[in-house]
């Protein structure tokens, strides 16, 4: 036994040795090839304009904090110019076009953003934070999958609504945040113009620059002037476009709080509304799991992308008698991650989007500490400038604890253990949330038997954080109403 022991602790001491001795070599994506002004203005009626209000706001780089271009800042007055240029081109152009003429548009729209692929990958790593590997393997590859899928669908509503005689709304006011910014204005964009909608999408403060982007390749694209407007600005700019009496439909992604504010500004008014709030998802992992394969999932399910995503497995569940197996193998694992250069190609986390979240995040390490739950921070290095965190893990949380309670929205996974199918259920569904959920074991039947029962919009079974545009998405309670993706994404811009 104590040989045994020892022979143990060396293989540890090896581990260790192995993970700290070596790192990759740079590996920096170019940027030489991407094209960018220092000042972009608001994209209005076909054309850049200047902003009314004459004011602008810098967009910074969060993994080195300088500054990238000067952003306008749309007031209630460029709203307004936004919607009428919207108005005008649903009634004058948009609704009369025949859906294959529009589903044209939309198919070349997903052809410039595939020829402008790595251009975007770049910009969004920048802007945002992310690392490459997930803006060019995921964001832009699914976004201009969202454009050819819904292409395909502007001419075929009355298959996929037969004898209901589907009509567009009109303006769509579109609201997005900053954790996928090129993915959610497709995700937003493609199904508005598939069902004969026009546009006015305002993309997050700190993230503009793909959605700008996205501007120009609409230009190329030739899409009748003012189909799809751009409006850059902060939440007043938001705020102008849900209260602004001509748009018929508002659709956010983003914050519990101001989703609960746009509820309340638009009841009582004929605006139709799309909420895909918050989360807090469960990962759950069975004794009979595959705990390689779901290590890596629940690893992928909050570290990448720096837990930035509101699906994200930030609740783990194991089954006791795995419990101390997958923690070990989950803490090996922190330590191999790369945190730093979002443009470098090994980097797994990379730069959290704003100074004000990565606040956030301190804020909630701080409150699992007071809270008595045990941190567990890889011993990776971080860059000194911009704005990073370590991983973390909070083991022994309990249900009541904050961070167990919470959108945290950072790398920081909450772990319990469980003991029977009953309690997990009942411990998973026990949050104001209920986006998504994981679940990991090799039992079919107990499959179907969680995704029955947990009350969240997607259960992923034995991986995590997959995506595809024929698939729904959206939430359960406080994480919001409405599809998104898939035939459902079709009806949140339709009356019958
Ligand atoms: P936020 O909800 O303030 O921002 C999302 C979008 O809403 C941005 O475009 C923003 O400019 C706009 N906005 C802000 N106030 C508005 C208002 N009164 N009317 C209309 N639009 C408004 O989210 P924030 O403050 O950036 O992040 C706070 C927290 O929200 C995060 O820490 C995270 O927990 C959560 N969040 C969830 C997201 C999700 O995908 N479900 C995305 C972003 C944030
Ligand atoms: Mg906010």
């Known amino acids: 036994m104590k040989i045994e022991e020892n022979n143990m602790s060396k293989q540890k001491e090896n581990k260790l040795t192995f993970f700290t001795d ?3 070599a740079p590996s920096p994506e170019a940027t030489d090839h991407i094209r960018l002004q220092n000042q972009y203005e608001l994209f209005i009626n076909g054309k850049f304009v200047k902003p009314n209000s004459g004011k602008y706001f810098e967009t910074i780089n969060p993994a080195t904090e300088k500054t990238i271009a000067r952003i306008a ?31 044209k548009y939309i198919f070349r729209i997903a052809r410039l953003m595939q020829e402008r692929a790595r251009e975007l990958a770049v910009i969004e790593s920048m802007n945002g934070g992310k690392p490459i590997r997930e803006s060019r393997d995921i964001d832009v590859p699914l976004a201009a ?37 090129l993915l959610m204005a497709a995700w937003k964009i493609a199904p508005a113009l598939a ?18 982007k996205l501007a120009e390749i609409i230009q190329e694209s030739g899409l009748p002037d003012g189909v799809v407007n751009i409006v850059t600005g902060f939440g007043a700019t938001g705020a102008a476009i849900v209260n602004h009496k001509d748009v018929d439909k508002i659709a956010f992604t983003g914050s519990t709080n101001v989703g609960k504010w746009i509820q309340k500004a638009t009841a009582g008014t004929d605006k139709k509304l799309t909420l895909e709030l918050g989360g807090k998802a469960a990962n759950i992992i069975f004794e009979d799991a595959p705990i390689n394969q779901a290590v890596e999932g629940i690893v992928n399910g909050i570290f990448f992308n720096q837990g930035h995503v509101c699906c994200a497995g930030s609740r783990l569940f194991i089954q006791e008698s795995v419990a101390d197996e997958v923690i070990q193998k989950l803490k090996d694992r922190l330590e191999t991650l790369i945190v730093g250069d979002p443009l470098d ?19 909630y390490l701080k409150i699992g500490k007071a809270d008595e739950a045990e941190m ?28 167990s309670q919470e959108e945290i929205f950072g790398p920081v996974l909450a772990i319990q253990t469980f003991r029977t199918i009953e309690e997990v259920i009942e411990k998973a569904n026990n949050i104001p949330y209920g986006l998504s959920a994981g679940v990991w074991t090799d039992k079919g039947s107990r499959i179907f038997n969680l995704t029955s029962k947990l009350r969240a919009g997607v259960v992923w079974a034995n991986t995590y954080n997959k995506f595809d545009p024929t698939s729904p998405f959206g939430g359960y309670k406080e994480s919001g109403f409405g599809r998104e993706g898939g035939l459902h994404g079709l009806m949140p811009y339709l009356k019958f």
């Open 73 to 103: 800042d749309a007031n209630e007055k460029d709203v307004d110019t936004a919607v009428k240029a919207a108005r005008q081109a649903y009634n004058k152009t948009w609704r009369k076009m025949p859906a294959k003429e529009r589903a």
């Open 376 to 403: 567990y921070q890889s011993n990776c290095e971080i860059p000194k400038k911009g704005f990073f965190v370590r991983p973390t893990l909070f083991l022994n949380t309990a249900q009541s604890h904050r961070i």
């Open 195 to 212: 069902t004969g909608n026009t546009v006015v999408l305002k993309p997050a403060e700190t993230t503009p620059l793909t959605a700008l």
């Open 345 to 363: 190609k090994n980097t797994d986390i990379g730069a959290i989007n704003s100074k004000a979240q990565l606040q956030k995040i301190n804020d």
């Open 145 to 181: 999958n969202h454009f050819f899928y819904y292409a395909g669908w502007a001419d075929k509503l009355e298959y996929a609504f037969p004898n209901r005689s589907p009509k567009p709304l009109g303006v769509a006011g579109q609201i997005i945040p900053w954790n996928f910014p």
């Open 22 to 24: 070596w790192k990759y």
